[in-house]
């Protein structure tokens, strides 16, 4: 399970702060966290908050900082293609672009941003008409990202499906067809893409979110989920995972494992 930090995101205060002030220690302690609480990748993301024309130069020093003081990729994850660049530009090792819809427009110009830079990339099943009631419907928007990243020379192993779910008390029949659609993703090419979902979604504006959180996870791994956007720091979501891998048969267990998925 690859785990993908949520947190380095100007939607949250102290990071939006540190963004306006250009003041890089907040970001970096909170990214210390992130590393020391078992992250393999960082969300990096300049929020809703920042002026269009101010992205991409926020974007690369958001990049360059979050990797003066640790050694993890950043999944780059930014509304328009200049802000994205502009991450991927000073970026050190594989980055995650985060991310492309199905419209074609978008697939033209991040398929070879993609390509150009080494970068894996995150494909939503969703286009202009929105996120698709249905698993069906999903899957068709994940064949029309799959068709164009190969005929962009992506490889099958940098894609990754998102089926996105939406907040249960809004769209709880979502739920299932997400579900659906991870394990029909495996199906789709051969390799298969991977699949990665932003799992604190689907508690949006409700109660018990962490316990909504680490059962859907683990739904969602059960299904096939590879990857996961998620708050690294929520001790009870990880140990879920740690433990659903065990159950899965994903790893061998020992009395460690809990500290042993965290250090993968």
Not at 51 to 64: C, K, R
Not at 130 to 145: F, H, I, Q, T, Y
């Amino acid at each position: 399970m690859l785990l993908i930090s949520e947190r380095i995101n100007g939607m949250f205060k102290d990071i939006r702060e540190a963004i306006k002030k250009r003041d890089p220690q907040p970001v970096q302690e909170r990214v210390l966290r992130q590393v020391k609480a078992g992250a393999h990748y960082l969300d990096v993301n300049t929020g809703p908050a920042v002026p269009a024309e101010e992205q991409p130069a926020v974007m690369e020093w958001l990049v360059t900082v979050v990797q003066e003081c640790c050694d993890l990729p950043c999944c780059i994850d930014a509304p328009n293609t200049k802000s994205i660049e502009a991450g991927l530009k000073v970026h050190r090792g594989k980055a995650i672009i985060n991310s492309t819809s199905a419209d074609q427009h978008k697939m033209d110009e991040l398929f070879p941003l993609a390509k150009e830079y080494g970068a894996a990339i995150i494909g939503l099943a969703m286009n202009e008409s929105g996120v698709p009631k249905n698993a069906s419907d999903r899957l068709a928007l994940a064949m029309e990202v799959v068709a164009n990243a190969d005929i962009h020379g992506i490889d099958m192993h940098d894609l990754y499906i998102d089926p996105l779910i939406l907040p249960v008390n809004v769209a709880q029949e979502h739920v299932v067809e997400v579900l659906e659609t991870i394990r029909q993703v495996k199906l789709l090419a051969d390799p298969a893409p991977h699949t990665v979902l932003g799992i604190s979604n689907v508690s949006q504006g409700i109660q018990n979110r962490s316990l909504v959180n680490r059962t859907f996870l683990v739904m969602a791994m059960s299904a096939g989920l590879d990857a996961a956007i998620l708050d690294v720091e929520d001790d009870a979501l990880l140990d879920a995972a740690a433990t659903a891998n065990i159950l899965l048969n994903r790893e061998v267990y020992c009395d460690s494992y809990l500290k042993v998925f965290r250090k993968r």
